[in-house]
């Protein structure tokens, strides 16, 4: 009798090992999951950064149509930002690259020929073409590169 009460039910050896391999395998995943996650929202923040650099350009005329290299901090002397952005730009160093896609001399137009009817037109506005002549008209891209990426701004510029 004594051998049917020593029967008890308890969990074997491999049951215990197999439970285990199964726990260290979702905890293994999941902690993959979190370093892509991690990887990813960096590279992101990076680029947001890069991208909101180019921003500080847009307002800066004296800067862009040219190719020059220079700190981020010289970018944002007319922006009001906090001290620890303006400290981190002063650390930066970008390279400011100005490329000519298309010009356009505004004088290729003021020879076009015209009805009769509109000569009068014409006489009335001899003194704004005669302006619009001298115009030149240039359409370039201003690449902002950084040592771990670039971003690019289109620009007009009337001459």
């Known amino acids: 009798m ?17 439970a285990v391999v199964i726990i260290s395998t ?11 996650n991690v990887h990813i929202f960096s590279s992101l923040k990076a680029k947001t950064d890069i991208t909101q650099y180019g921003s500080f350009l847009i307002d800066n005329p004296e800067l862009g149509f040219e190719k020059k290299e220079t700190h981020l901090y010289n970018l ?42 509109q000569e009068e037109e014409q006489t009335s506005q001899d003194q704004t073409q005669q302006v619009a002549s001298n115009m030149i008209l240039e359409i370039g891209k201003t690449t902002l590169k950084f040592k771990n990426g670039a971003t690019s701004i289109m620009r007009i510029q009337l001459k």
Request: hydrophobic residues 40%; aromatic residues 8%.
């Open 2 to 18: 004594r051998s049917q009460r020593a029967t008890k039910s308890a969990f074997t050896l491999i049951e215990v090992m197999v």
């Open 26 to 36: 979702v905890i293994m995943a999941l902690i993959q999951m979190y370093a892509n």
């Open 76 to 117: 944002v002397d007319g922006f009001d930002v906090e001290d620890t952005l303006r400290h981190k730009l002063k650390d930066t160093k970008v390279k400011v690259i100005y490329q000519e896609l298309q010009r356009i001399d505004l004088a290729e137009f003021d020879g076009e020929e015209k009805p009769q009817d």
